[in-house]
């Protein structure tokens, strides 16, 4: 695995990086699809898991994440994104402060938090950035980059609503995991398809994870 000072100097390249970030709100099954779908784009992927993220990993996938950053960056690289030989994949422990994109000189093209718990959104929108997971949102946010946070919640209070209108005052894209049904899924991978889709449009990249309205 890179370290953060070796991917710093690598700079920008032809290939688009983006950062995922897992934190403990349920729907796994969303971040899974999409990092699979970066993956086989070969887009660089820093994945950052929060301790709560880690526990909804082992709840809803049965995949225990431990051991060094390396040990966990293998185990991710091959329960949620498919491939175990990725080399695209860096993992970075989630309250490692120095890591490079802590910084907005690292270049990005976008940022998810996927799927986003209340809490995590909550300290987005406050900018308290005491962890990776909310210093990286924060850089995304000044640097103009595409922050896009994808809650799972229901029902939701007044604090929650608020805290998610200050986040996209800010500039993050709210994309709550709310799979639609018009395309009529036949299984709960085509509904994951689609939220995955939807996160993906909302990055502005292009995908056949499910089919556009057509109209009636």
Same mark, same amino acid.
């Given at each position: 695995?890179?370290?953060s ?71 991710t ?26 910084? *907005? $000189? ?22 308290? $950035? ?12 000044k ?27 800010? *500039? ?8 639609a ?36």
């Amino acid at each position: 695995m890179l370290t953060s000072k070796k991917i710093l100097r690598r700079g920008e390249n032809s290939i688009k990086r983006y950062i995922v970030a897992i934190t403990g709100a349920s729907g796994i099954i969303y971040a899974k699809k999409l990092l699979s779908f970066l993956a086989d784009k070969e887009f660089e992927i820093f994945l950052l898991i929060s301790d709560a993220g880690k526990l909804v990993i082992k709840e809803e996938l049965g995949v225990k994440l431990a051991g060094t950053p390396q040990e966990i960056r293998d185990q991710t690289a091959n329960h949620l994104l498919g491939k175990p030989d990725y080399k695209r994949l860096h993992y970075i422990a989630h309250n490692n402060l120095m890591a490079a994109i802590s910084s *907005g $000189s690292t270049k990005t093209a976008g940022m998810l938090v996927v799927p986003c718990s209340m809490g995590s959104l909550a300290r987005i929108a406050l900018g308290t $950035s005491n962890n990776l997971i909310e210093r990286a949102a924060d850089i995304t946010l000044k640097e103009g980059r595409p922050l896009i946070l994808a809650p799972r919640e229901t029902p939701l209070n007044r604090i929650q609503l608020e805290n998610m209108l200050k986040a996209a005052q800010a *500039g993050a894209k709210i994309v709550p995991c709310m799979p639609a049904f018009y395309q009529h899924p036949k299984s709960i991978d085509e509904l994951a398809n689609f939220m995955a889709g939807r996160l993906l449009d909302a990055l502005g990249l292009e995908h056949q994870l499910y089919g556009s309205w057509q109209g009636a």
